[in-house]
């Protein structure tokens, strides 16, 4: 029977960072990392396609940056909802301070009295809206935008920090009592200075040792078939790429005759091929029988997986005949390319209509053959 865990979302474990490597080469835009933690001692259990919780601390430095812009001091005591703590660790530890949201430019834009900025939040200027989201973060609405916040005001404006879920990328029969990941490091300059992930920034910029509160979030949609004897289609583009390692090393540890067919796409061949030696590995070893590939800016074309899928339709249809999981994790813009293509790809093998296609598809889903995390 199970133990009860005694860690979770509101009680982390402090995990030890074993591991924090760039798996991208230097050519690459994207800094994409392999990150280690040890749960030993924790009494954590995951299965492959369960997601880790990461609680993150916000950077120092953009901390003392909102203080500067606020003119505040980091260590004054203020009380919010049962809570004392000084300022700083507020705004280090507890609230949302890398991500701008619509109600707190409402309420900053009321703080200020800004027409402008009040204008912004019509109907008819939500893509202008979108664009200032998109592109800002907090920091830059206080730089161009000056208000007269209390301390409390500005701490209860902000929403709570809340944990970032990452893909687990190893199975705990490969590796033992540890989680890894796989994480794009997002920085990035938008004219105004650097400007950071919360959790991604958390774990990318500590070293060995370091501690990060973590926990364990079930996706009991996201599982391995029960039957060891099943093949299984996985599609993960980039990060995408993180749960379908932990299923192959899982399906290498437990055996069974199941084919593991992994389509993998990122933009540069050379940079970017994450995995590149344990994948050539699986191969060899036959815990990976097939590998298709779509670096999609290697040649004048694009190429994406969903191309990949069409091409090698035959093959896919062949697969889920004779009862194959389908498996897509990523980008929610690239799981709809993969769904349509799908589609296509059912419509054209089986010579039914677009209607008939669905009813295909959307049977797998409900025998649970058709599985997507996508973000």
Not at 145 to 161: K, Q
Request: aromatic share 8%; glycine share 8%; net charge negative.
């Amino acid at each position: 029977h199970a133990v009860p865990q005694t860690h979770g979302r509101e009680r982390p474990f402090a995990a030890e960072l074993l591991a924090n490597q760039r798996i991208t080469g230097r050519g690459s835009a994207r800094d994409i990392r392999h990150i280690e933690l040890s749960l030993e001692g924790s009494g954590l259990h995951y299965e492959p396609g369960d997601a880790l919780g990461v609680w993150p601390r916000n950077p120092a430095a953009l901390v003392d940056a909102l203080l500067a812009a606020l003119e505040f001091d980091g260590d004054a005591r203020v009380a919010h909802a049962g809570s004392e703590l000084p300022l700083r660790e507020w705004l280090a530890g507890k609230r949302e301070i890398t991500r701008l949201s619509r109600p707190f430019i409402a309420s900053h834009a009321a703080q200020a009295g800004d027409a402008a900025l009040n204008r912004m939040l019509a109907p008819e200027n939500a893509a202008q809206l979108a664009k200032l989201l998109g592109e800002s973060q907090l920091i830059d609405l206080l730089r161009t935008t000056p208000a007269a916040w209390t301390a409390e005001d500005f701490i209860a404006a902000l929403r709570p920090l809340q944990p970032r879920l990452y893909s687990i990328a190893s199975s705990r029969k490969a590796v033992g009592e540890e989680a890894h990941l796989t994480l794009a490091h997002v920085e990035y300059d938008n004219g105004h200075g650097l400007r950071w992930g919360a959790a991604s920034h958390f774990l990318a910029s500590r070293g060995e040792g370091a501690r990060a509160d973590v926990f364990i979030e079930a996706n009991e949609r996201f599982r391995l078939p029960a039957d060891a004897s099943r093949d299984i289609v996985m599609i993960g583009p980039g990060t995408g790429v993180a749960p379908f390692r932990g299923f192959v090393q899982e399906r290498r540890e437990t055996g069974g005759s199941g084919r593991n067919w992994l389509l993998f796409g990122n933009s540069h061949a050379r940079s970017e091929f994450l995995y590149q030696t344990e994948w050539q590995q699986a191969l060899k070893d036959g815990s990976l029988h097939r590998l298709d590939l779509a670096f999609s800016r290697d040649q004048a074309e694009k190429v994406y997986v969903q191309q990949r899928l069409r091409e090698h339709g035959r093959e896919l249809y062949a697969w889920l005949e004779n009862g194959a999981h389908v498996y897509v994790c990523g980008a929610l813009a690239m799981g709809k390319d993969v769904h349509a293509a799908l589609l296509d790809v059912v419509a054209r093998e089986r010579g039914v209509d677009a209607e008939a296609a669905a009813d295909y598809v959307s049977a797998l889903q409900a025998q649970g053959r058709y599985a997507r995390d996508v973000y």
